[in-house]
């Protein structure tokens, strides 16, 4: 690489953290004006003002900031609410600039790899972005090509996000976030390598071979290395089309069939599940079979964990409080006491409550447009008057799967029972049995168990 390269690639940073320092400098100043000087600070106002300053960036910290828009109280309502809105497809790389990418991942004669390669992005997100190409054989393939420098980005955002979390903190105590940092942090870094994904693609493959419902793409090696994954392409609909559209109940009912299997045959089967939960990274096709697009966000827990899950819900559903709280230290939720037990068990009475009727229903029933809301606003209230709860950190993505489903579901309309699919992937659960299988389909994916 050149020193005018390599010196624009520094400057690229220092302009990065500046713009990103400066938004949330300007977010420290406002909270600890209100904080220490009584200025009453227009929330609203103020995270629309840190959102279109940190949503013109492209990288990990929109990404971030979408996560932690579907975490519950891991920020304010209005931060959560302006967050989310945050686009995932960022303005892409031309094509001068992707061939020069291409060559530094394939050689320079890559475009004779392939008999098709498009010029224009397909689509753009935070840490690359995909062009449709087809191979010398005809088969149709999805390049997923990270954007350059992004591990430097992602540190940079990772202390970034540090700081923005540590001021929330300041401004409310109701969550301790330290456990939140960590795991994103853990999670973005592996997002980066692209030969760790096409693992877990395969690792996927494997868990879910019998769904006939689920369609993954299949990872071509000779045409990836660890920033370039190439796959087979999948055709599908966007999700929110299918349910803006699909007037036939039925329809929406399938594919909320196929989008729980997805995620919960790997949980209880496997003790693995998908982090990410975002609308763009699935679609439906005609018969109402979904499409799984993109395995950056991977969390694999200790068999004990998946059986904390299942432990609360017999807590739930019994009102065995020992038994609850069994599970949420097996978790590893500390210092619990019996005020925050019930508050605890006010969320995990939400999150578990379709799971709890024997009889077809929507998630949420109510009118409320936004999945939980209501509740985590209650939830918050009391964790404020009560002292900071430190959510472990398996804990974070499970909740964020569980929320970011129920939106989904919501969104479809579904009408479902809930109680009977849940029943069938936990009839005859055994604990001891998963972790054989765990280890034993991680192994054949080339990855380690969890720690």
């Not at 090509?145 to 980005?153: E, K, R, V």
């Not at 599908?236 to 007037?247: E, N, T």
């Not at 009560?386 to 579901?409: H, I, Q, T, Y």
């Amino acid at each position: 690489m050149s020193p005018r390269s390599d010196r624009n690639r520094l400057v690229g940073r220092v302009r990065r953290y500046a713009r990103v320092g400066g938004a949330v400098g300007g977010a420290a100043a406002k909270l600890a004006g209100g904080r220490l000087f009584g200025v009453k600070l227009d929330r609203d106002r103020h995270a629309a003002d840190l959102t279109a300053a940190l949503g013109g960036l492209k990288g990990p910290l929109m990404k971030v900031a979408q996560i932690l828009s579907t975490i519950p109280d891991a920020l304010p309502a209005e931060y959560a609410e302006r967050l989310a809105a945050l686009q995932a497809n960022a303005p892409p790389m031309g094509w001068s600039f992707v061939k020069r990418r291409m060559a530094a991942e394939l050689g320079s004669d890559w475009e004779r790899r392939f008999r098709r390669f498009e010029h224009e992005a397909a689509a753009a997100a935070s840490l690359g972005q995909v062009h449709r190409a087809t191979a010398k054989d005809g088969v149709l393939l999805a390049c997923k090509l990270q954007y350059p420098d992004m591990a430097s980005a992602v540190e940079a955002d990772i202390r970034q996000l540090r700081v923005i979390l540590a001021l929330y903190g300041r401004y409310d105590r109701a969550i301790d976030t330290g456990n939140i940092h960590a795991e994103i942090a853990a999670r973005l870094r592996e997002e980066l390598d692209y030969r760790r994904e096409a693992k877990q693609i395969g690792l996927y493959r494997l868990m879910l071979a019998a769904e006939k419902g689920v369609h993954l793409p299949t990872p071509v090696a000779t045409l990836s290395t660890g920033r370039l994954l190439t796959m087979g392409w999948l055709e599908g609909k966007p999700l929110l089309d299918v349910a803006r559209s699909a007037r036939s109940v039925a329809l929406r009912n399938e594919v909320a069939l196929h989008m729980f299997r997805a995620w919960y045959v790997p949980f209880y089967g496997y003790g693995v599940i998908h982090g990410d939960p975002h609308l763009g990274n699935y679609s439906v096709r005609p018969d109402g079979s979904v499409n799984l697009l993109d395995f950056g966000c991977i969390r694999v827990f200790p068999p004990s964990f998946v059986q904390g899950v299942i432990d609360l819900y017999e807590a739930l559903r019994r009102g065995d409080d020992a038994l609850a709280v069994h599970a949420y230290e097996s978790w590893g939720f500390t210092g619990l006491n019996r005020e925050v037990i019930a508050v605890l068990n006010r969320w995990a009475g939400f999150v578990y409550g379709p799971l709890l009727e024997d009889r077809p229903r929507r998630i949420q029933e109510s009118a409320s447009g936004a999945y939980g809301a209501k509740v985590a606003a209650e939830v918050h209230a009391e964790l404020r008057r009560l002292g900071p709860v430190k959510p472990p950190r398996e804990f974070v993505l499970m909740d964020r799967a569980a929320v970011g489903l129920g939106s989904v579901f919501l969104h479809l309309k579904a009408e479902v029972n809930w109680h009977r699919l849940f029943h069938g992937l936990i009839e005859g659960f055994d604990v001891k049995a998963l972790a054989k299988r765990q280890a034993k389909t991680l192994k054949q994916a080339g990855l380690s168990p969890p720690s």
